[in-house]
């Protein structure tokens, strides 16, 4: 089955405490995003990755580092937490983003979520 | 930058009823636009994306308008059932130099009353 799948779902953790968020699609999308929701402001990006090897900040990238070694995968790492990062995260992947030069609808597809509460 | 806006912000209708949600966007250099719907606490649901070459798209019950020109998208429900209950986002794909971007509205609320 064609799918995002993120780790943890739920996550309560400290300030301070580095944590990682996995993301992986079985789909060989060569995009792959990151994005959190929070309360009246619905989802912002955080980063996004055109291809391995190639990642570019969003609108909020602050306090977040992203790496794509390999295409499948994608986590999204949080050196040093703090409660303004608690949040709802959301991974996502197309198969090339929307680039001009492809056959493609740029559809999205998201993962389940990942719900992060820093204390 | 890409604003995309929706109201209303929340909708009751009774079961049964037709409904139109509307997104709005600033810039009409769009690649696409795309409607999901989101269950609380849940991932989000691609329902329907229209091109920027495409003016409308239909599954079942639901129907995407696009006007590239007026910056507006309408989503149409008809005969809605309270499963149909869940928020709705617009999200607007633009095309910027070297890459592609995705730009959402807050959503919609809809609930649907039996």
């Known amino acids: 089955e064609a799918q995002v799948t993120q780790n943890p779902r739920y996550l309560i953790t400290v300030t301070g405490k580095k944590l990682t968020v996995t993301c992986s699609q079985n789909m060989n999308h060569e995009y792959m995003s990151w994005y959190r929701q929070d309360p009246g402001l619905g989802l912002r990006q955080i980063y996004y990755?055109?291809?391995?090897?190639?990642?570019d900040k969003g609108d909020v990238p602050e306090g977040y580092k992203v790496s794509r070694k390999e295409k499948r995968n994608f986590p999204l790492i949080l050196e040093s937490p703090s409660p303004n990062q608690t949040s709802l995260y959301f991974c996502?992947?197309?198969?090339?983003?929307?680039?001009?030069?492809?056959?493609?609808?740029?559809?999205?597809?998201f993962g389940e979520g990942s719900r992060l509460t820093v204390l | 930058k890409q604003e995309v806006t929706q109201i209303p912000a929340a909708l009751s209708v009774p079961e049964g009823e037709n409904l139109v949600l509307n997104c709005s966007f600033t810039d009409s250099a769009i690649y696409n636009l795309q409607w999901f719907r989101q269950d609380p606490g849940k991932g989000l649901t691609s329902l329907l994306l229209?091109?920027?070459?495409?003016r409308e798209q239909t599954s079942g019950r639901l129907n995407a308008s696009l006007d590239k020109s007026s910056g507006r998208s309408t989503l149409y429900i008809a005969a809605s059932q309270p499963g149909d209950s869940a928020t709705y986002l617009c999200?607007?794909?633009?095309?910027?130099?070297?890459?592609?971007?995705?730009?959402f509205g807050t959503g919609t609320r809809l609930t649907v009353i039996p």
């Open positions: 999200a607007v794909m633009t095309a910027k130099t070297g890459a592609n971007n995705l730009f």
């Open positions: 990755s055109m291809n391995v090897e190639v990642t």
């Open positions: 996502a992947s197309s198969l090339t983003g929307g680039r001009p030069d492809a056959i493609d609808t740029g559809e999205l597809f």
């Open positions: 229209i091109q920027s070459s495409q």
